[in-house]
C-alpha cells in the first residue's frame, strides 16, 4: 500500500510531491546540498551565503528556462499546462528567492566571475540567438559545467587548487553531466521538437 500512495492524483501528498518537482524546488535543493557538501568536504564547515546563493539562482535560472520554453517558444514544452496552472505561485516564489541573494554585495572579485560565467551560459543555454542546448552532446555538460562553477568552485574559492580538488571538480562534472542524461531520456520527445541534440537523441535510449 505505501508504494502506491502517490498514485492517486488528487492525494495530498500527489500534489505535494509535484509540486516540488514541478517548481523546481527539488533541484535547488540538490544544488545547494552539494554546495554545502563540498565546504563540509574541504573546508569542514558551511557557508550559509554561498548555500543561499546557490539555492536561489538555481531556482530563479530553472524556472526562467521553463518559463521560457513553455510561454515563448513556437513550439511549447509539455509541461506548459502545469506552468499555466501555477504560474502566479512560481513567480511570487521566484520574487522570494531574490532574498537569497543578499550575500552577493560581500563578494569577492573571483566569486563574481565564477558567478557571471556561470549565468552567461545558463542564459546561453536556452535562448535562441545561442541555444547551447542544441549543439550536439553539449546540452549534459553545459549544466554540469554551470553545477561544478556554482556548489563546487565558487563556495571553495579560500581552498587552494590541487590535485584532490581538480579531482573532485572533474568527477563532479561527469557525475552531474551522468545525471542529467536521465532527463534527457524523459525529454527525448521535446528534444526531437526542438532540434535538441542531446545523447539520447543522437544515440537513442536503449543504446
Known sequence: MPSKFLENQNS????????????????????????AWSQKLFLHKFSASFICITFSATF??????????????STPHSF????????????????????????IVDISRYNTWVYFISFCLGVFYFLPFSNLRAIPVIKSFTVGTVWVLVCVIAPLEKYAWDTEKI???????????????????RDTEEDRKTNTYSIPV??????
Do not use: E
Not at 12 to 35: E, H, P, Q
Not at 167 to 185: K, R, Y
Not at 202 to 207: E, S, Y
Open 12 to 35: 495530498t501528498a500527489y500534489k505535494i510531491v509535484d509540486f516540488i518537482g514541478g517548481s523546481n524546488i527539488f533541484i535547488a535543493l540538490c544544488a545547494a546540498s552539494l554546495t
Open 60 to 73: 530563479l535560472l530553472y524556472n526562467a528556462q521553463r518559463m521560457y520554453l513553455s510561454f515563448f517558444q
Open 80 to 103: 506548459k499546462n502545469w506552468r499555466y496552472k501555477n504560474k502566479y505561485v512560481i513567480i511570487l516564489l521566484m520574487l522570494l528567492s531574490l532574498i537569497g541573494f543578499y550575500p
Open 167 to 185: 579531482f573532485f571538480c572533474i568527477t563532479q562534472l561527469f557525475f552531474i553531466s551522468a545525471l542529467c542524461v536521465l532527463f534527457n531520456i
Open 202 to 207: 543522437l544515440f537513442g535510449i536503449k543504446k
